[in-house]
């Protein structure tokens, strides 16, 4: 794998923000990419009509998604991607070049100068040139010449690229073709996980009947400069429509409200990372010193920097929720106070105002908490950083899926909520450099054994064994308060009960206040205890532990890099695995207004 830089004579470029910078505080934007696939031999008379088209729904991405870079990302072959391509630059978008094979083989597919110029134009205006290593199975001389081995290489290039998009741009003439690699194979790729001649039977899972974010396309209806080359039946000439998998409503002029919701919480955090740019950027945890940066493949530079900006936002609004929960309860307990004050002590009526009073507060927090979806929020960017983790993590090691149609980021959440998919769309993007081809050094495979599994003092296992101690103390300290508080209110019930008759009433009154304090107390700080499911996090911190020990216990005697690397790989679907239940654990506990009058 090789990666061209830029050829301008710029700044460095910075994809994740879209503009050429010097010193200045990086934006953490996600890019929109979008990637193309069509037909070589467009009609010359349909070319301007499809240039409007593709410009129009280029700019309408851009002004739709403020703030994100809208990506190009194309194989610069001849007709369609380069009509895309020359587009995306008149735009002033950012261009992404994939190759199918080395450069100077793919040339020979350019059978004029004049088409070599162009792709040698384009080449110099992209801001990356990736290109694609040689299929498993296949040889230079195989892919040499036109043949089932190049084939294979275009094919190779079409799953990539639906991998690594949000919206696959089709020009395309709407048939089905058995040509492996071709327009045709790579849409139904797109939309059905398939592609024959290419990716397995059994790559296909029980994962193509999930609702899924990442079949969209936007498809440009074309003719072909040959015999027949007119669009399937019922298609015309420069229809353009949105084009999913909805048995009822395949194509629509708008987008469906599926995606659009995926792409509103991928811009809301793209907007939530260029607010706190300048605290993500100095405050931010990083997995990689920049010793290690210089040592490892530059592309896990881009997911560790995600990866940044997920876990900063996480604790961001981690420390809203708790502060949030901690203000609702303490009002709670105070009102709670004021109330047996009330009935007990004396009835002042500022009591009851000072009682309402403190009802009306926690209900604010909690209206504002709401308001501004802290909980959402925190639940989905700590569930992004954790599978940013994991996708960080197999890229050190060169650990793959075992197919040839997979990568980091396709199983993660895919049976879960389907909004969830935009947690997807900005894994399948900060991995894109990663995934073009696994890390072969066996230095990664140390890496990712010392820094993510650790001991029991550092990494996820020393994490899991400090937090879970943590947990385990605070949830003693809960039961001790209670057992307490028990104790002590039985004692107080005895007295009352054996020598009431002989106490005073202000001896009296004062110990049914304080009973009724203590146990108010105590289910006050139980009902935290379940919001901030203490127990049930002790139990995933114990098996979260657990698994990195057993990764560690078998990681010691493996035979090779390979029996590491398998590992490696059933360590991160665990822990993917435990971070889809942890979510959905806690979205049953999300901050609601009502819940302030129901402990009141």
């Given at each position: 794998m090789a990666?061209?830089?830029?050829?301008r004579?710029?700044?460095?470029f910075d994809p994740?923000s879209g503009?050429?910078?010097?010193g200045?505080?990086?934006h953490?934007?996600v890019p929109?990419?979008?990637?193309?696939t069509?037909?070589?031999?467009l009609?010359?008379?349909?070319?301007?009509?499809?240039?409007?088209?593709?410009?129009?729904?280029?700019?309408r991405?851009?002004?739709d998604?403020?703030g994100r870079p809208v990506?190009v990302?194309?194989?610069?072959?001849?007709?369609?991607?380069?009509l895309?391509?020359?587009?995306?630059?008149?735009l002033g978008l950012?261009?992404?070049?994939?190759?199918?094979?080395k450069?100077d083989?793919y040339?020979?597919?350019?059978?004029?100068?004049?088409?070599?110029?162009e792709?040698?134009?384009?080449c110099?205006?992209a801001?990356?040139v990736?290109e694609?290593?040689?299929?498993?199975g296949?040889?230079?001389?195989?892919i040499?010449a036109?043949?089932?081995?190049?084939s294979?290489q275009?094919?190779?290039?079409?799953?990539?690229l639906?991998?690594?998009?949000h919206?696959?741009l089709?020009?395309?003439?709407?048939?089905?073709?058995?040509?492996v690699g071709?327009?045709a194979?790579?849409v139904?790729?797109?939309?059905?996980?398939v592609?024959?001649?290419y990716t397995?039977?059994?790559?296909?899972s029980?994962l193509?009947?999930?609702?899924?974010?990442s079949?969209?396309v936007?498809?440009v209806?074309?003719?072909?400069?040959?015999p027949?080359?007119?669009?399937?039946?019922g298609?015309?000439?420069?229809?353009?429509?949105?084009?999913?998998?909805?048995?009822?409503?395949?194509?629509?002029?708008?987008l469906p409200q599926?995606?659009?919701?995926?792409f509103e919480?991928?811009?809301e955090?793209?907007?939530?990372a260029?607010?706190h740019?300048?605290?993500?950027h100095a405050g931010?945890s990083?997995?990689l010193?920049?010793q290690q940066?210089?040592?490892m493949?530059?592309g896990?530079q881009?997911?560790?920097?995600?990866?940044?900006v997920?876990?900063?936002?996480?604790?961001?609004?981690?420390?809203?929720v708790?502060r949030?929960?901690?203000a609702?309860?303490?009002?709670?307990?105070?009102a709670?106070?004021?109330?047996?004050?009330?009935?007990?002590?004396t009835s002042?009526r500022?009591?009851l105002?000072?009682?309402?009073?403190?009802?009306?507060?926690a209900?604010?927090?909690?209206?504002?908490?709401?308001?501004?979806?802290?909980?959402r929020?925190?639940l989905?960017?700590?569930?992004?950083?954790?599978?940013l983790?994991?996708?960080?993590?197999?890229?050190?090691?060169?650990?793959t899926?075992?197919s040839?149609?997979k990568f980091?980021h396709?199983?993660?959440?895919?049976?879960?909520?389907?909004?969830?998919?935009?947690?997807?769309n900005?894994?399948?993007?900060?991995?894109?450099?990663c995934d073009?081809?696994p890390?072969p050094?066996?230095?990664?495979v140390?890496?990712?054994?010392?820094?993510?599994i650790g001991?029991?003092?550092?990494?996820?296992?020393?994490?899991?064994?400090r937090?879970?101690?943590e947990r385990?103390?605070?949830?003693?300290?809960t039961?001790?308060?209670g057992?307490?508080?028990?104790?002590?209110s039985g004692?107080t019930?005895l007295?009352?009960?054996?020598?009431?008759?002989?106490?005073?009433?202000s001896?009296?009154?004062p110990?049914?206040?304080?009973?009724?304090?203590v146990?108010?107390a105590?289910?006050?700080?139980q009902?935290?205890?379940?919001?901030?499911?203490e127990?049930?996090?002790?139990?995933?911190?114990?098996?979260m532990?657990?698994?990195?020990h057993?990764?560690?216990?078998?990681?010691a005697?493996?035979?090779?890099?390979?029996?590491?690397?398998?590992i490696?790989?059933?360590?991160g679907d665990?822990?993917?695995?435990?971070?889809?239940?942890?979510?959905?654990?806690h979205r049953e506990?999300?901050?609601?207004?009502?819940?302030?009058f129901?402990?009141?």
């Open positions: 990666k061209q830089p830029d050829h004579p710029t700044e460095p994740w503009s050429h910078r010097a200045a505080t990086p953490f934007s929109l990419v979008v990637a193309v069509g037909h070589r031999d009609v010359a008379a349909e070319v301007p009509g499809i240039r409007d088209r593709v410009r129009s729904f280029l700019g991405l851009r002004d998604n403020p990506t990302m194309c194989g610069l072959a001849e007709g369609a991607d380069r895309v391509a020359e587009e995306a630059v008149s950012i261009l992404s070049v994939s190759l199918p094979m450069r083989s040339v020979r597919d350019f059978a004029s100068d004049r088409s070599r110029a792709f040698e134009f384009l110099a205006r801001v990356e990736f694609l290593p040689i299929v498993a296949e040889t230079e001389a195989s040499a036109a043949g089932p081995g190049r294979r275009y094919a190779q290039l079409g799953v990539f639906c991998a690594h998009c919206v696959l089709a020009l395309w003439d709407g048939k089905p073709s058995d040509r071709g327009t194979q790579v139904r790729f797109h939309h059905d996980d592609m024959a001649g397995p039977a059994s790559a296909s029980r193509v009947l999930a609702d899924d974010e079949d969209l936007y498809h209806v074309c003719s072909r400069d040959r027949d080359g007119a669009p399937a039946d298609l015309r000439p420069l229809e353009a429509s949105w084009f999913t998998t909805d048995d009822r409503r395949p194509r629509t002029v708008e599926r995606y659009q919701r995926v919480h991928t811009q955090f793209s907007r939530d260029a607010t740019a300048a605290a993500i931010g990083t997995l010193t920049p940066a210089q040592a493949p530059t896990l881009d997911i560790d920097r995600v990866f940044g997920a876990d900063w936002l996480a604790i961001h609004y981690q420390q809203k708790l949030t929960l901690q609702t309860h303490a009002c709670v307990l105070l709670g106070v004021a109330y047996v004050s009330y009935t007990d002590m002042d500022w009591l105002l000072a009682m309402l009073g403190l009802m009306l507060i209900a604010g927090f909690n209206v504002a908490a709401r308001r501004g979806h802290w909980h929020k925190y989905d960017y700590r569930t992004l950083a954790e599978g983790r994991v996708q960080f993590y197999w890229a050190a090691a060169g650990v899926s075992g040839a149609s980091a396709d199983n993660f959440l895919q049976m879960q909520d389907p909004e969830l998919g935009w947690i997807r900005v894994m399948r993007v900060a991995g894109t450099e073009i081809a890390n050094d066996p230095q990664g140390s890496f990712a054994v010392r820094e993510w001991d029991e003092r550092s990494g996820q296992l020393g994490y899991y064994a937090k879970g101690g385990l103390r605070r949830h003693a300290d039961r001790k308060l057992r307490l508080g028990l104790w002590g004692l019930l007295v009352l009960l054996f020598v009431g008759a002989g106490v005073t009433d001896v009296r009154m110990l049914v206040f304080v009973m009724g304090v146990l108010l105590i289910g006050v700080r009902a935290y205890a379940q919001a901030t499911a127990s049930e996090l002790i139990k995933q911190y114990e098996f532990h657990r698994i990195f057993n990764a560690r216990r078998r990681i005697t493996a035979a090779d890099d390979a029996d590491r690397r398998r490696l790989k059933l360590l665990s822990a993917l695995e435990e971070h889809a239940e942890w979510i959905l654990l506990r999300s901050v609601d207004p009502r819940e302030v129901r402990l009141s």
